[in-house]
């Protein structure tokens, strides 16, 4: 088992940035990957980036491309999202999951934390 509590969350004016935090406890030494995924209202679940564990690869979305990074530290089992030049496109809550496998789908999920950016 695997426990993911998200933080940094807000409300932020357009051409902003925020930090999103992500904490996994539990069976961390396993985690492949910790990702980070939306959800707008109205709208599907997407992807926004994520980082192998082990190698520090990173992958991300198209629309976040050149605007976000993400970081890890495998000794406090932490994954942060910097989100820079926000666009009211982005509001959304923004939810951590993590890959045991490198084939599997996310098996476990972070309860959320909203983010809305102002136009």
């Known amino acids: 088992q695997v426990q993911l509590v998200e933080s940094g969350g807000g409300l932020v004016q357009a051409g902003g940035s925020l930090r999103l935090s992500c904490a996994a406890s539990?069976?961390?030494?396993?985690?492949?990957?910790m990702e980070w995924f939306r959800q707008a209202p109205g709208k599907e679940r997407e992807i926004v980036a994520g980082v192998e564990m082990d190698r520090g690869t990173t992958y991300f979305a198209s629309f976040v491309k050149g605007r976000f990074m993400i970081s890890k530290d495998n000794v406090k089992s932490t994954v942060d999202l910097q989100m820079n030049g926000l666009k009211p496109e982005d509001t959304a809550v923004y939810y951590c999951?993590?890959?045991?496998?490198?084939?599997?789908?996310?098996?476990?999920w972070g309860q959320g934390t909203p983010v809305t950016v102002s136009s």
């Open positions: 539990g069976k961390t030494y396993s985690i492949h990957a």
């Open positions: 999951a993590v890959k045991m496998t490198p084939y599997g789908r996310q098996e476990y």
